[in-house]
């Protein structure tokens, strides 16, 4: 029953802006990724789309009928082959209808499951996944949405077949098949090109970047903190959280649960900035945003602080335009060249100003054991794509060599039977994206560098 769902209860203007350019691509028979820091309310979007009818009828109408939205929450699979992935997206269809009271489809849907589990076959349990594509959409008419949460999590264990599979099932159903990736990143900054060629054509240009207020969303979360601590914020000490936070839901909630739950803190001071930093969870909330960040954009950010500079006042030449930092403006992290979130400046200049000299002069290693790469003590392969992953180790493995393309090919595609099917441009845009995650100016990198007509060299 979709009333068990707590996003069922949220009032029916949350998020409505990026409900409407949502919807606008799925009409179309298009798919689209949301992009958002972390924190920022992207699982809470697709679980208002899943399980909040009322939602769903102010922006469809009676239509609302004919749009099926089924959450898939990667992080549950993020380790697993893509033939446990494609039964993991079978189950989650399955059990939304089950959810929707959708009877006889999810009779009918459960049947082709279990059919196709029993045989312990992938080839068979692909099959079942495209003819309950085919009854869905074809049959019964209904618009088919995939809402990939988290995908990031599943990103170092993508292969082209799961965008393929993706085309296959995009083709069969026509302009009633649609899929939603959730990314604290865009794909193709993340994830090279060839890997999903194969879906491109339904993703380019289709990007909505979530903002990191959402009023009636967030009035409604603090409504329910205070609502089961059976304790109230005074207006004086709300308006002081949402100035720390600039509204980041995660942030913001974290912050109000800190100061509702502790008997010592004084509402009445405005400045709670000390306190808020010495709370577990606020700093933890404060870190993922920091390590979802690529080196040049923490360094710019440190850099930026380090100077002495108020934020209002430093110029564009402080931040280096070069680096490339319009992921910070589109994620609302920067507005107006300055940072939004007080209480990540704070961050920034308690935690890691001290160690980001340090940090830039640590060397990147290769761990044998673990299978992580390291700079320093901070795990970067976690950042990287299964391709940048190989190369970056390949690198790493090879001393201070140069590298000719061949090897690289040999490398990273070890799959290709045919070596001349992976063009120069595709290894300069591996290249291009690797010096962005680990150097702290790609435009100037100290890493990895070119070796103009014979290869590149890596110096840890």
């Not at 749009?67 to 059990?95: C, G, I, Q, W, Y």
């Not at 939304?96 to 009877?103: A, G, I, N, Q």
């Not at 710019?300 to 209002?312: K, V």
């Not at 120069?424 to 560098?449: C, G, M, S, V, Y």
Request: hydrophobic share 40%; with cysteine; charged share 25%.
């Amino acid at each position: 029953m979709e009333n068990v769902h707590f996003e069922s209860l949220y009032p029916s203007d949350s998020r409505s802006k990026e409900i409407e350019k949502l919807l606008i691509f799925v009409k179309e028979g298009n798919s689209c990724q949301v992009v958002s820091l972390p924190g920022a309310g992207r699982s809470n979007l697709f679980g208002l789309l899943s399980y909040n009818r009322n939602i769903r009828t102010k922006h469809l109408g009676e239509n609302q009928k004919w749009f099926h939205f089924v959450a898939v929450n990667l992080t549950e699979v993020r380790k697993k082959p893509l033939s446990d992935v494609t039964k993991f997206l079978f189950l989650s269809l399955v059990d939304s209808l089950r959810e929707r009271k959708m009877d006889e489809e999810y009779q009918k849907t459960n049947e082709f499951f279990k059919e196709a589990v029993g045989l312990n076959d992938e080839l068979v349990l692909f099959q079942g996944l495209k003819k309950t594509i085919d009854l869905l959409a074809i049959e019964k008419e209904l618009t088919v949405v995939f809402l990939f949460d988290r995908f990031e999590e599943y990103i170092p264990m993508l292969i082209p077949e799961f965008f393929a599979n993706l085309r296959v099932l995009r083709s069969r159903a026509k302009y009633r098949f649609s899929v939603v990736f959730s990314l604290n990143r865009p794909l193709e900054d993340i994830v090279e090109p060839l890997l999903f060629s194969d879906f491109s054509d339904f993703l380019a240009g289709h990007t909505i970047y979530l903002p990191l207020l959402d009023t009636p969303s967030l009035t409604f979360r603090l409504f329910y903190i205070e609502k089961i601590t059976g304790k109230k914020l005074e207006k004086t000490t709300l308006d002081t959280i949402l100035k720390l936070t600039a509204g980041h839901g995660k942030l913001t909630r974290v912050c109000a649960e800190a100061i509702l739950n502790n008997e010592t803190i004084k509402q009445s001071n405005n400045n709670l900035t000390e306190f808020l930093l010495s709370q577990n969870q606020v700093w933890d909330a404060l870190g993922e945003i920091w390590t979802s960040l690529m080196p040049h954009e923490q360094s710019a950010l440190a850099q930026d602080h380090e100077s002495g500079l108020r934020p209002e006042l430093r110029p564009r030449e402080i931040m280096n335009q070069e680096k490339e930092l319009s992921y910070l403006e589109n994620v609302g992290l920067l507005k107006d060249e300055a940072i939004t979130i007080p209480l990540f400046t704070e961050f920034i200049k308690q935690r890691f100003l001290s160690t980001m000299k340090q940090l830039n002069n640590e060397t990147i290693a290769y761990d044998s054991q673990t299978k992580e790469i390291k700079k320093g003590t901070i795990v970067i392969s976690d950042l990287l794509s299964s391709q940048e992953y190989r190369l970056l180790r390949f690198f790493i493995q090879s001393g201070n060599r140069v590298v000719e393309r061949e090897e690289i090919i040999t490398s990273v595609w070890p799959e290709s039977k045919n070596a001349q099917g992976i063009s120069d441009q595709a290894i300069d845009q591996l290249i291009f994206r690797l010096r962005h995650k680990i150097e702290d100016d790609p435009n100037t990198p100290t890493h990895l560098q070119t070796i103009k007509g014979r290869g590149f060299r890596f110096t840890p």
